[in-house]
Every structure is written in C-alpha cells, then in structure tokens.
C-alpha cells in the first residue's frame, strides 16, 4: 500500500501547478478543486478497475506492463516540460468556467488513469487506488490554488520534471525488481 501512497502523492504534485496556472486565471478557487478532486477520483476508479480486470488475462506480461507504463509516463511528463506554455487571456475566461474546468481536468487526468491502470495490474484494490490519488489530487489543487496567488508560472516546468523524474524513477525501480525475482510484491 506504500506505493500506492507514493504514487498518489507524485500525481497529486503533478496537479498542485495545474490549480496555481488555473488560480492565476481565475479569482474562483472552490470550482477549480470540485472538478478536480471528484473528476479525478473517478477517472482513477476507471483505470485501476480496468487494469486489475486486465491482469487476470495478463499475468507474466502485466508484471512489466505496469513499470512500463509508468516508466512511459514519467518521460512524457518530463518532455511537457520543455513545451512552450502561451495562455491567451482570451482563453482564461473560457478555461475556468465549468465546462473549461471539465476539459482541464480531463486533460489532466491521463497521468491518473494510467497509474490507475499499473497498480490495478498489480493486484491492487481499485477503491483503495482511487481513494488514495483523489485525496491526494484534492490537496495538492487546494494548495495549488493558494499558491497559485503567490508564485509565477515558471514553477510549470520544474514540477513537470520533478513529478517526471520520480515516475520514471519509481518504473524503473519496478521493472528492476520484477527483473530481479520475477514478482512485484
């Protein structure tokens, strides 16, 4: 259960810049950890229910399936981070009403269904995933919109290395110890 709590909290880092970014949008602070806390609890029930039904089909191959997929992840959050990042203020308006706070979460939800997916292949409890990763995203946006008020935007690219650099981390160590004796807990 450790690792899913580790996991929850590498993904709840992930969202923390998601709500500043959105905050320095928006004066609406309870709408922006609505949508995410309850949209991202679900999305991670979803993953973590498919991919503890994918791994009674799977058995030998979802034990490197799950450190692969992390291990994916990590490096593309890590290659977000060299993105160029140009808000139009426009779009803020558009972006932090309800329908745009649904997109944004949706958007940000990927990182949590597929870590939901690699601990459900693990044998995990989908519930126990979901609870865990929804807690923790709903932290880490409330204190992303207080923070939000304070802190610059250039934070973007450092959170989106850290958070990469952990979950390759984390994959690796995974895959290095099904490699070592060929089981994962």
Do not use: C
């Amino acid at each position: 259960m450790l690792e899913v709590v580790f996991l929850a909290i590498i993904v709840g880092f992930n969202n923390l810049f998601g709500a500043m970014a959105l905050k320095n949008l928006s004066e609406r602070r309870w709408p922006i950890v609505l949508v995410f806390g309850v949209f991202l609890f679900g999305v991670t029930f979803v993953g973590a229910s498919l991919g503890e039904a994918a791994s009674a089909g799977i058995p030998e191959f979802g034990k490197f399936l799950a450190p692969g997929i992390l291990i994916g992840l990590g490096a593309w959050i890590v290659s977000t981070a060299f993105r160029p990042r140009r808000v139009q203020r426009g779009w803020a308006t558009r972006l932090t009403s309800w329908p745009g706070l649904i997109f944004f979460a949706f958007a940000f939800s990927w990182d949590e269904m597929l870590v939901g997916v690699s601990l459900g292949l693990e044998g995990y409890e989908p519930l126990a995933i979901a609870v865990a990763i929804g807690f923790s995203s709903l932290l880490f946006t409330l204190l992303g919109t207080y923070l939000g008020d304070h802190l610059k935007t250039a934070w973007q690219k450092n959170s989106h290395l850290l958070a990469g650099a952990l979950l390759l981390t984390f994959g690796l160590v995974s895959l290095m110890s099904v490699l070592r004796d060929g089981t994962r807990h």
